[in-house]
């Protein structure tokens, strides 16, 4: 059986997107992410597939501030794929993610705001490693 178009796609475009980074090809870096998250197609990828994708790119190690177009787009798609998700699945590990997103877009209350409703959320599932996580994004607020 072979991988749907949409996996296929994702696959691609995260693994010229992991090769850009390890050359430090920030703006082409970013170039391949906000089309993939804006992509009518990423919805159709599963939840993990689409979470994953998006860790990759926000938790990316001394990726520089996004100031350029194609970075600042980047951003704004993964916040909408990510309170998507957030809407439809109140996963923890989600409000981090769309937390960090604000951060890197300059929208420290919108952070502080998500991380807290993620903490409300890990606590309600008696899910202390997660507890942690917000409770440390917190502290720096």
């Given at each position: 059986?072979?991988?749907?178009?949409?996996?296929?796609?994702?696959?691609?475009?995260?693994?010229?997107?992991?090769?850009?980074?390890?050359?430090?090809?920030?703006?082409?870096?970013?170039?391949?992410?906000?089309?993939?998250?804006?992509?009518?197609?990423?919805?159709?990828?599963?939840?993990?597939?689409?979470?994953?994708?998006?860790?990759?790119?926000?938790?990316?190690?001394?990726?520089?501030?996004?100031?350029?177009?194609?970075?600042?787009?980047?951003?704004?798609?993964?916040?909408?794929?990510?309170?998507?998700?957030?809407?439809?699945?109140?996963?923890?590990?989600?409000?981090?993610?769309?937390?960090?997103?604000?951060?890197?877009?300059?929208?420290?209350?919108?952070?502080?705001?998500?991380?807290?409703?993620?903490?409300?959320?890990?606590q309600?599932?008696?899910?202390?490693?997660?507890?942690g996580?917000?409770?440390?994004?917190?502290?720096?607020f």
């Amino acid at each position: 059986m072979s991988e749907n178009a949409p996996v296929v796609a994702l696959k691609a475009a995260v693994k010229s997107a992991i090769a850009l980074a390890r050359e430090s090809r920030w703006d082409e870096f970013y170039s391949v992410y906000g089309p993939l998250f804006a992509a009518p197609t990423f919805a159709e990828d599963t939840p993990e597939d689409q979470r994953q994708a998006l860790k990759l790119m926000i938790m990316t190690k001394g990726l520089p501030a996004p100031t350029t177009q194609a970075a600042i787009h980047a951003y704004q798609s993964a916040w909408y794929a990510l309170s998507r998700l957030v809407a439809e699945f109140r996963h923890s590990r989600d409000y981090e993610l769309l937390g960090l997103t604000h951060q890197r877009l300059g929208d420290e209350p919108g952070a502080k705001k998500v991380f807290q409703a993620g903490l409300e959320v890990a606590q309600a599932g008696n899910d202390g490693d997660t507890c942690g996580v917000f409770l440390r994004h917190l502290a720096n607020f």
